[in-house]
Protein backbone atom coordinates (compact mmCIF):
# COMPACT_ATOMS: atom_id res chain seq x y z
CA UNK A 1 0.00 0.00 0.00
CA UNK A 2 1.31 3.66 -0.92
CA UNK A 3 0.57 5.21 2.33
CA UNK A 4 -1.39 4.45 5.18
CA UNK A 5 -4.25 7.80 4.61
CA UNK A 6 -4.68 5.49 1.39
CA UNK A 7 -5.08 2.19 3.20
CA UNK A 8 -7.43 3.97 6.10
CA UNK A 9 -9.64 5.36 3.09
CA UNK A 10 -10.28 1.66 1.65
CA UNK A 11 -10.54 -0.26 5.26
CA UNK A 12 -13.42 2.40 5.62
CA UNK A 13 -15.12 1.77 2.34
CA UNK A 14 -14.98 -1.86 2.70
CA UNK A 15 -15.99 -1.78 6.15
CA UNK A 16 -19.46 0.29 4.69
CA UNK A 17 -19.93 -1.96 1.66
CA UNK A 18 -19.82 -5.15 4.26
CA UNK A 19 -22.25 -3.47 6.23
CA UNK A 20 -24.68 -2.56 3.26
CA UNK A 21 -24.11 -6.27 1.86
CA UNK A 22 -25.09 -7.93 5.83
CA UNK A 23 -28.02 -5.07 6.03
CA UNK A 24 -29.50 -6.37 3.05
CA UNK A 25 -28.68 -9.85 3.79
CA UNK A 26 -30.41 -9.94 7.20
CA UNK A 27 -34.00 -7.97 5.45
CA UNK A 28 -33.66 -10.86 2.77
CA UNK A 29 -33.53 -13.74 4.90
CA UNK A 30 -34.81 -12.49 8.63
CA UNK A 31 -31.17 -13.31 9.64
CA UNK A 32 -30.63 -12.57 13.56
CA UNK A 33 -28.29 -10.21 14.52
CA UNK A 34 -26.29 -13.11 16.36
CA UNK A 35 -26.88 -15.22 12.46
CA UNK A 36 -25.41 -12.66 10.77
CA UNK A 37 -22.23 -12.33 13.42
CA UNK A 38 -21.35 -15.93 13.13
CA UNK A 39 -21.38 -15.73 9.70
CA UNK A 40 -19.16 -12.67 9.68
CA UNK A 41 -16.61 -14.78 12.10
CA UNK A 42 -16.69 -18.12 10.27
CA UNK A 43 -15.65 -16.14 6.85
CA UNK A 44 -12.88 -14.47 8.85
CA UNK A 45 -11.50 -17.84 10.38
CA UNK A 46 -11.54 -18.88 6.28
CA UNK A 47 -9.80 -16.16 5.23
CA UNK A 48 -7.25 -15.74 8.13
CA UNK A 49 -6.62 -19.43 7.32
CA UNK A 50 -6.14 -18.65 3.69
CA UNK A 51 -4.05 -15.46 4.44
CA UNK A 52 -1.97 -17.56 6.35
CA UNK A 53 -1.01 -19.77 4.33
CA UNK A 54 -0.37 -17.55 1.50
CA UNK A 55 1.41 -15.07 2.78
CA UNK A 56 2.83 -16.77 6.11
CA UNK A 57 1.75 -14.23 8.49
CA UNK A 58 2.13 -15.42 12.48
CA UNK A 59 -0.96 -13.53 13.87
CA UNK A 60 0.12 -13.61 17.58
CA UNK A 61 0.89 -10.35 19.06
Do not use: H, P
Not at 25 to 45: H, I, N, P, Y
Request: aromatic share 8%.
Amino acid sequence: MANLDQKTILLEQTYDEIKVICNKFQDESGATDMEVKTLLRELARVWEKDIDEDYDIDWEV
